[in-house]
């Protein structure tokens, strides 16, 4: 639950279609975060949760980051910061607990024994199971460090560098679930002419972001069967607008 459906470019109704279709073609895994769309793409996944049981779906949001603009994002990851957005979120998603909550991309000096501390507090209390840490680079080598996550979120796809093939082996060996985001590639996607309001957020943040290197990609079906095959990876996430996307993408699920 990210990209458009934080947005008023696409019709909160269009994103409970979307996610009940997804709940129906056997998806049971949802991701979202308080950055996406400042909160409105929670608020949203809370609304469908309201229709499926809760037993059935696992239910996973984070905290460290928050939206600030379309490409702006203010950082906090202090105990009070971290408590006061999961209690933001928990009520956004109109649940009593997380089934995971992951850190934002918090780097190695915010991840301090108060935090921890906080963490377990709000564990023991019910707030979530599962920790996580989502990042892209050298932020997961420090919290894999830590001991402390059973989770983590990074990118996985045909194009990764050693530094990241050697953290999902050392994240697997050390028991750690891996969720796949970017499984599609690296670099930015490719600039399309939009055919509906929906499809103007990929262009706008295309627009505002500088190339993240080079821009080495294969089609989304192709990327998720290449993360899904790895036995490092227990999730691959993915966002659509589209419900044949939504179709194809479902058909991968083991």
């Given at each position: 639950?990210?990209?458009?459906?934080?947005?008023?470019?696409?019709?909160?109704?269009?994103?409970?279609?979307?996610?009940?279709?997804?709940?129906?073609?056997?998806?049971?895994?949802?991701?979202?975060?308080?950055?996406?769309?400042?909160?409105?793409?929670?608020?949203?996944?809370?609304?469908?949760?309201?229709?499926?049981?809760?037993?059935?779906?696992?239910?996973?949001?984070?905290?460290?980051?928050?939206?600030?603009?379309?490409?702006?994002?203010?950082?906090?990851?202090?105990?009070?910061?971290?408590?006061?957005?999961?209690?933001?979120?928990?009520?956004?998603?109109?649940?009593?607990?997380?089934?995971?909550?992951?850190?934002?991309?918090?780097?190695?000096?915010?991840?301090?024994?108060?935090?921890?501390?906080?963490?377990?507090?709000?564990?023991?209390?019910?707030?979530?199971?599962?920790?996580?840490?989502?990042?892209?680079?050298?932020?997961?080598?420090?919290a894999l460090d830590?001991?402390?996550?059973?989770?983590?979120?990074?990118?996985?796809?045909?194009?990764?560098?050693?530094?990241?093939?050697?953290?999902?082996?050392?994240?697997?060996?050390?028991?750690?679930?891996?969720?796949?985001?970017?499984?599609?590639?690296?670099?930015?996607?490719?600039?399309?002419?939009?055919?509906?309001?929906?499809?103007?957020?990929?262009?706008?943040?295309?627009?505002?972001?500088?190339?993240?290197?080079?821009?080495?990609?294969?089609?989304?079906?192709?990327?998720?069967?290449?993360?899904?095959?790895?036995?490092?990876?227990?999730?691959?996430?993915t966002t659509t607008?589209?419900?044949?996307?939504?179709?194809?993408?479902?058909?991968?699920s083991p």
């Amino acid at each position: 639950m990210s990209g458009a459906h934080g947005t008023p470019l696409l019709p909160r109704r269009a994103t409970l279609s979307l996610l009940k279709d997804a709940f129906e073609r056997g998806i049971r895994v949802f991701d979202t975060a308080p950055a996406y769309g400042a909160g409105e793409a929670e608020t949203r996944l809370g609304l469908a949760l309201r229709d499926l049981p809760r037993e059935e779906v696992f239910v996973c949001t984070k905290a460290g980051l928050a939206s600030a603009g379309l490409s702006r994002r203010v950082r906090d990851f202090t105990p009070e910061g971290l408590e006061a957005s999961l209690r933001a979120s928990l009520k956004r998603l109109g649940v009593e607990g997380l089934d995971a909550l992951f850190l934002h991309g918090a780097g190695p000096d915010e991840l301090t024994d108060a935090l921890f501390s906080r963490l377990d507090t709000l564990k023991s209390a019910g707030a979530f199971a599962l920790l996580g840490a989502a990042g892209r680079g050298g932020e997961l080598d420090a919290a894999l460090d830590t001991g402390r996550f059973q989770l983590l979120m990074q990118p996985v796809h045909p194009f990764l560098a050693p530094d990241a093939e050697a953290r999902l082996l050392r994240a697997h060996a050390a028991g750690v679930e891996v969720f796949a985001i970017e499984t599609a590639g690296s670099g930015s996607p490719p600039v399309r002419l939009p055919r509906k309001p929906a499809d103007l957020y990929p262009l706008a943040r295309a627009l505002a972001q500088p190339l993240r290197g080079e821009t080495r990609r294969v089609g989304a079906v192709e990327g998720l069967q290449a993360a899904l095959a790895r036995r490092e990876v227990g999730v691959a996430l993915t966002t659509t607008t589209r419900p044949e996307h939504l179709a194809a993408n479902a058909a991968l699920s083991p």
